[in-house]
T-cell receptor, first 113, second 114 residues
Framework: GQQVMQIPQYQHVQEGEDFTTYCNSS?????IQWYKQRPGGHPVFLIQ?????EVKKQKRLTFQFGEAKKNSSLHITATQTTDVGTYFCAALISSGSARQLTFGSGTQLTVLP | GAVVSQHPSWVICKSGTSVKIECRSL??????MFWYRQFPKQSLMLMATSNEGSKATYEQGVEKDKFLINHASLTLSTLTVTSAHPEDSSFYIC??????????FGPGTRLTVL
């Protein structure tokens, strides 16, 4: 089935450094969603992108959807220790008559103080 | 955002026991709920899609007789792990779909089978 590839798997940064995680699909996606999961917690919805080339910002977080709608990125400027967690992209993919969320493998972010 | 609760938060049971996990949407109605399994340091893997009033749709490789799903109302779905074995130990997370395709996740249930 369709897969969403995400890199890197792990990222360690010094507090204040920037961080980026990337998502790629071999097929065109109707939308891409981003989630954050804190250690021991559950995924929390961050944002959804649906338009080609769309860019959305949430404070220090910038989300981008590629022109071809096959890739997306999440960029965090000047990371803080509160940014620690695993960031997942997810695509809503039609499977028969159903739509289901397919998650990328996630990028585990560690921020060193 | 909308709230999804899950009960219990964690459970430890002996091999061969059946365990029931409840997922509730507290402030909205969800015709569709999803059950995921997440092993340590791995991504969420969809197990099944639960539709209110109809049979669940299971993903390939997920045994429907082992993971019984019931979605009896618009606010409640249950997952029963029958005859649990140590390899079933995992973090089980439900989610409920709200408007605009946004999914809200429950806090998860950590199952440990001894």
């Amino acid at each position: 089935g369709q897969q969403v590839m995400q890199i890197p798997q792990y990222q360690h940064v010094q507090e204040g450094e920037d961080f980026t995680t990337y998502c790629n699909s071999s097929t065109t996606l109707s939308n891409i969603q981003w989630y954050k999961q804190r250690p021991g917690g559950h995924p929390v919805f961050l944002i959804q992108l649906v338009k080609s080339g769309e860019v959305k910002k949430q404070k220090r977080l910038t989300f981008q959807f590629g022109e071809a709608k096959k890739n997306s990125s999440l960029h965090i400027t000047a990371t803080q220790t509160t940014d620690v967690g695993t960031y997942f992209c997810a695509a809503l993919i039609s499977s028969g008559s159903a739509r289901q969320l397919t998650f990328g493998s996630g990028t585990q972010l560690t921020v060193l103080p | 955002g909308a709230v999804v609760s899950q009960h219990p938060s964690w459970v430890i049971c002996k091999s061969g026991t059946s365990v029931k996990i409840e997922c509730r949407s507290l402030d909205f109605q969800a015709t569709t709920m999803f059950w995921y399994r997440q092993f340590p340091k791995q991504s969420l893997m969809l197990m099944a899609t639960s539709n209110e009033g109809s049979k669940a749709t299971y993903e390939q490789g997920v045994e429907k007789d082992k993971f019984l799903i019931n979605h009896a109302s618009l606010t409640l779905s249950t997952l029963t792990v029958t005859s649990a074995h140590p390899e079933d130990s995992s973090f089980y997370i439900c989610s409920a779909r709200a408007a605009y395709n946004e999914q809200f996740f429950g806090p998860g249930t950590r199952l440990t089978v001894l």
